[in-house]
């Protein structure tokens, strides 16, 4: 039996032939639709708690759309394009302004963005590539009511009248999940709140699909601030399949499309495995190990306390943010770091707790392209070359007859031990 897990833009292998004790687990996979761009228009013909776009915008409106950063790009076009078809019956493309972001790990040009879209500005269509840091482009709009986030934001979202966002509802460790309020925080955010808002995280309990903790009521207040009117969300298998499509209030038609994540994402395990081997799901997932981060819940909820995790994750980019890097390589403990958080927040420090936390109570290891000594030195776990070489080491730090689990894409599994 061979297994395969996602590693960078390939795949790394797993020859199962003598580890019979070895459980591939994957999350669920979708049918998907014969004709997306049929079931996009009937979506957005039906919206949720909504009325359609055509009646929503009056032919004066300006209009914003947030291309949010959850979107994968080989879908942005797509989702931009039924979008847009809706709205010519009523707007004009000057009165429409596209936002995407310069914001992430790998982040995209003006002309990378306007050819990925379609090339809308040649028909008319404005095109701004939001910054976070660029406070000139900023307009801030009060503060959040329960935990008093400073709100800054595009000008051109501020001020447009209609506001709508397209995204992708994934599950997510630090958020719950993505999708609808993210398009305003982080999508159109300043640097300020953006940091502000991960200090939350920081400070704060996380679990995948939880979307109650103080990060999330903030993102929402935000987004209510904001004023969007509008989403257009899609929810993919593991393999890149659209499974459902919602359009329409930012509130309930986000609310249905976390639900149809969580019955993809969900897996029952009948018990708790000494040894998990966790793909963080490849690129851009594992461009960098902060990123690689949210796949770790799978590992850490699918093992017993001082089990093994192999985090197998390329991180062709390195490390991450320096707040991760200082997070992890300068504190002793998640305590410790806590106590950093008050004292100076850094963003990257939010993930770093989680990855303290799992090191307390698990060994960790990293098939990554990571220098070895910078992973063994800073981020204390034990490099390996392979997920062979890995399993090797794990067997030796556990036992001869070791129960394994290998998830072949960690980021999108929720393990539910019963």
């Known amino acids: ?39 996009l228009n009937r979506v957005l013909m039906a919206p949720v708690a909504s009325e359609i776009l055509s009646t929503s915008v009056t032919q004066d409106d300006t209009v914003a759309i947030v291309v949010e950063g959850s979107v994968l790009q080989r879908k942005a076009r797509t989702l931009l394009d039924a979008t847009l078809s809706n709205l010519s019956l009523v707007a004009e493309p000057e009165q429409v302004t596209i936002i995407v972001s310069s914001a992430g790990e790998a982040p995209l040009n003006h002309v990378e963005w306007d050819t990925l879209l379609g090339t809308p500005t040649s028909k008319g269509y404005s095109l701004v590539v939001h910054d976070p840091r660029t406070v000139g482009q900023l307009e ?8 008093s986030t400073p709100v800054l934001l595009n000008q051109h979202f501020v001020k447009a009248d209609f506001k ?4 992708d509802i994934l599950p997510s460790l630090f958020t719950g999940a993505t999708g609808g309020r993210m398009a305003v925080v982080p ?17 704060s309990n996380v679990a995948v699909f939880d979307v109650s903790t103080p990060a999330c009521i903030d993102m929402l207040e935000a987004c209510d ?51 998990a081997v966790v793909s963080a799901g490849g690129f851009p ?23 093994v995790i192999m985090l197998v994750a390329e991180c062709s980019m390195g490390v991450g943010p320096d707040g991760f890097f200082n997070g992890v390589s300068r ?6 770091l806590l106590l950093s958080v008050e004292s100076g927040f ?73």
């Not at 801030?140 to 935990?147: A, K, L, S, V, Y």
């Not at 709508?164 to 995204?167: A, D, F, H, T």
């Not at 504190?331 to 410790?336: P, V």
């Not at 776990?381 to 070489?389: A, T």
């Open 1 to 39: 039996m061979r297994i395969s897990l996602r590693y960078g833009k390939g795949f790394l292998q797993i020859e199962n032939g003598t580890l019979s004790s070895m459980e591939e687990i994957a999350p669920k996979t979708a049918i998907g639709h014969a004709d997306l761009d049929a079931e």
């Open 140 to 147: 801030e709009i009060g503060i959040t009511p329960t935990h």
């Open 164 to 167: 709508i966002s397209l995204g």
């Open 187 to 203: 999508g159109v955010a300043g640097t300020k709140t953006i940091s502000r808002n991960l200090r939350l995280v920081a400070r």
């Open 225 to 275: 601030m904001a004023g969007l009117n509008f989403i257009l969300n899609s929810v993919e298998d593991w393999k890149g399949t659209v499974a459902e499509v919602y359009s329409g209030s930012p509130t309930e038609s986000w609310e249905l499309g976390v639900s149809a994540a969580q019955s993809l994402a969900n897996v029952a395990l009948g018990q708790r495995y000494d040894i």
């Open 285 to 307: 997932s594992d461009g960098t190990l902060y990123s690689a981060v949210e796949a770790l819940n799978a590992g850490f909820q699918a093992t017993r306390r001082d089990g």
């Open 331 to 336: 504190s002793g403990s998640e305590s410790d």
């Open 346 to 418: 850094e963003v990257g420090m939010e993930r770093a707790r989680y990855f303290l936390k799992v090191l307390e109570s698990r060994s960790l290891l990293l098939c990554s392209r990571m220098r070895s000594s910078l992973v063994e030195e800073n981020m204390r776990c034990i490099p390996v070359r392979d997920p062979e070489e890995g399993l090797e080491v794990a067997q030796e730090l556990t036992t001869t007859r070791a129960r394994i689990a290998a998830f072949v894409d960690g980021t999108r599994t929720n393990p539910l031990v019963h």
